[in-house]
Nanobody
Framework: QVQLVESGGGLVQAGGSLRLSCVASVRTFSNYNMGWFRQAPGKEREFVAAISRYGNSPYYADSVKGRFTISRENAKSTLYLQMNSLKPEDTAVYYC??????????????????WGQGTQVTVSS
């Protein structure tokens, strides 16, 4: 069973930065594609960013491109999301997720098998 624990969320002013972390309890972290999603109140969970098993070819939702950076440290079984130039519309619960199946990570919630419990990010104007 895969367990994912996110941390690093909080309250920040617009224009500020946060770094989220996600620690995975798995035997071989490098077997997993990884992704970040977010869900704002009253909205569906949406894709933020994803990264393949060895960290190549990360890709992003258009809404965060140029502001967010996804990365991973396989030796520590940890996924990161560096969020800069935060906007109030980035306010949401942020979730990390794993995909063991596909050769490259997707951008749909249906393409990820395991999820963390989420960490709240609130950006004030």
């Amino acid at each position: 069973q895969v367990q994912l624990v996110e941390s690093g969320g909080g309250l920040v002013q617009a224009g500020g930065s946060l770094r989220l972390s996600c620690v995975a309890s798995v035997r071989t972290f490098s077997n997993y594609n990884m992704g970040w999603f977010r869900q704002a109140p009253g909205k569906e969970r949406e894709f933020v960013a994803a990264i393949s098993r060895y960290g190549n070819s990360p890709y992003y939702a258009d809404s965060v491109k140029g502001r967010f950076t996804i990365s991973r440290e396989n030796a520590k079984s940890t996924l990161y999301l560096q969020m800069n130039s935060l906007k109030p519309e980035d306010t949401a619960v942020y979730y990390c997720a794993t995909d063991l199946v596909r050769p490259q990570p997707g951008s749909s919630t249906k393409e990820f098998q395991f999820w963390g419990q989420g960490t709240q990010v609130t950006v004030s104007s």
